[in-house]
């Protein structure tokens, strides 16, 4: 069955270290996303890619940084930079003809990433 | 991107049809309803999606009203396991547009 995995399910991080978040799928999808979700809240926008080699900010990038050098492949990095990380972390990805009924993003299981 | 306004929580009974309201005042004519659904520590889940037609599938029906201003997910027949929130989300028709979540409805059922 096809789907989005992402990897580990909890992460521990030590203060000053940087982290990379796997997300993989292989639903054909050409856009990929970042999510960040803290307790009680929605999910804010962090990074997005409509296709290979090129991406985006979304509204909370300071501290994090993509890529995507493959279809399938959209890891994020936590940085330094990023002051308050502790949060859970979801990978979606979607089809470019969204619009058609019944398509919408599918999202992975997320990571938990704990600053320790 | 538009704006939406969901109640913070509601409560239904196992096996009744359960009723979600979002308003939309500012939508545009490009802009789509979004629904989706977000289990306790799990990824959103999508629902349904829809543009100016009533929508239904499997899962859910979305009807909109006539000015587009509201919407409103209808559950047919809760079970315990649609216990979730629940996410009203206006996308820009653009290819551009992403999804830009709020705190949606904690959605409760009672057996």
């Known amino acids: 069955d096809g789907g989005i995995t992402q990897s580990p399910k909890y992460l521990f991080r030590k203060e000053g270290q940087n982290v990379t978040l796997s997300c993989e799928q292989n639903l054909n999808h050409d856009a990929m996303y970042w999510y960040r979700q803290d307790p009680g809240q929605g999910l804010r926008l962090i990074y997005y890619s409509q296709i290979v080699n090129d991406f985006q900010k979304g509204d909370i990038a300071e501290g994090y940084s993509v890529s995507r050098e493959k279809k399938e492949s959209f890891p994020l990095t936590v940085t330094s930079a990023q002051k308050n990380p502790t949060a859970f972390y979801l990978c979606?990805?979607?089809?470019?003809?969204?619009?058609?009924?019944?398509?919408?993003?599918?999202f992975g299981s997320g990571t938990r990433l704990t600053v320790v | 991107d538009a704006k939406t306004t969901q109640p913070n929580s509601m409560e239904s009974n196992e096996e009744e049809p359960v009723h979600l309201p979002c308003n939309h005042s500012?939508?545009?004519?490009?802009?789509?309803i979004h629904w989706y659904r977000q289990l306790p520590s799990q990824g959103p889940e999508y629902v349904i999606h829809?543009?100016?037609s009533n929508v239904n599938n499997r899962m859910a029906s979305l009807a909109i009203a006539e000015d587009r201003k509201s919407s409103t997910l209808i559950l047919h027949r809760a079970t315990l396991r649609d216990a979730a929130v629940y996410y009203c989300?206006?996308?820009?028709?653009?290819?551009?547009?992403?999804?830009?979540f709020g705190k949606g409805t904690k959605l409760s059922v009672k057996p």
């Open positions: 979606a990805s979607s089809r470019r003809d969204w619009k058609l009924a019944n398509y919408g993003y599918t």
């Open positions: 989300i206006i996308r820009w028709g653009g290819s551009q547009g992403n999804l830009i």
């Open positions: 500012t939508i545009s004519g490009t802009d789509y």
């Open positions: 829809g543009l100016t």
